[in-house]
């Protein structure tokens, strides 16, 4: 894959892989926590003939820029990076794919009814209203999703430097991933990323700067009323059903989110379903994202 380090008009320096031929229908992937653009490693050969892949590491990640402010990140920036690196690539119309903390900008970005944004493919990354409903209403969820109130905690990193980057992989990353699928030398890059300089605040002021609601275990709390518009763009939805973290409770009504919507379950996979089980995966997207 071809590297290339943007300038975007959000402000930041945002380094991204790009695959595939130049004139094939243009897919934007966004990776999430605590990865890079290398979530669609095992992906992207699987996808390059027929699609010209854009797969960024996103704000705070990777090789991109790190900015150390919590305001830095919240959900509206985040958003206008997604099109700010469309306008960088002289891209007018896209598909989108996310997973996790990506899967929830591709989310906002299909809400938003933005038009440049023509299918929404999500792996792996919960519905923003499901999700907030199953935080309050979910016991398994919640007691599943309890890391993210650590992860907001001021002062973690000096924990994670006092540890050590391969005891928090090893507490953090790897009882939510097959093990057997990461080689040493992969290991190995996720810490040297983890380790850069301003990279671990980076990646935490995603949780930070988001407004989800994460109740303790054991209280009561209401629900909140809002609801979001259905997604007018087809969608497909493709799910690890064995992720710990997000338990199949966020499947309850997907359907019902917009008006063309496909479901793809893979037994038997974990949360990181783009590397874990990428010819599954790329089976669900390949015609999707072909309009078939």
Same mark, same amino acid.
């Given at each position: 894959?071809? #590297?290339r380090l943007l300038e975007l008009s959000t402000g930041i320096r945002m380094n991204v892989a790009l695959a595939g031929r130049a004139d094939a229908p243009p897919v =934007? /992937?966004?990776?999430?926590? !605590?990865? &890079?653009h290398r979530t669609w490693r095992s992906l992207a050969p699987l996808l390059a003939d027929d699609f010209r892949l @854009?797969? !960024?590491? #996103? *704000?705070?990640?990777? %090789? &991109?820029?790190k900015p150390q402010d919590v305001a830095d990140y919240e959900s509206e920036i985040l958003l206008a990076d997604l099109f700010a690196l469309a306008d960088a690539l002289e891209i007018e119309r896209f598909a989108l794919v996310g997973h996790d903390w990506?899967? %929830? =900008? @591709?989310?906002? @970005?299909?809400?938003s009814g933005n038009p440049r944004v023509e299918r929404l493919g999500i792996v792996n990354s919960p519905h923003p209203l499901i999700?907030?409903? &199953? /935080?309050i209403e979910d016991e398994e969820q919640r007691a599943a999703s309890q890391y993210i109130r650590a992860f907001r905690k001021q002062g973690l990193e000096r924990m994670v430097e006092g540890i050590g980057f391969e005891a928090f992989f090893d507490k953090s990353f790897a009882p939510h991933v097959d093990m057997t699928k990461v080689s040493a030398e992969e290991r190995q890059r996720y810490i040297a990323d983890w380790s850069q300089p301003g990279a671990l605040t980076a990646m935490l002021n995603w949780y930070r700067a988001s407004k989800l609601v994460v109740p303790p275990p054991g209280i009561t709390v209401p629900v909140p009323d809002f609801a979001l518009p259905k997604i007018d763009i087809p969608v497909c939805v493709i799910w690890g059903m064995d992720d710990r973290a997000l338990r199949p409770v966020q499947l309850?009504?997907?359907?019902?989110?917009? *008006?063309?919507v496909t479901v793809v379950p893979l037994p038997g996979v974990g949360h990181f379903a783009p590397w874990e089980a990428p010819e599954a995966v790329a089976d669900g997207l390949r015609p999707f994202l072909a309009g078939r």
């Open positions: 894959m071809e #590297q =934007i /992937l966004l990776h999430g926590f !605590p990865e &890079s @854009a797969m !960024p590491d #996103q *704000r705070g990640f990777g %090789a &991109s820029d990506g899967g %929830a =900008i @591709a989310w906002m @970005a299909a809400l999700f907030q409903k &199953s /935080l309850e009504g997907i359907e019902e989110v917009g *008006r063309d």
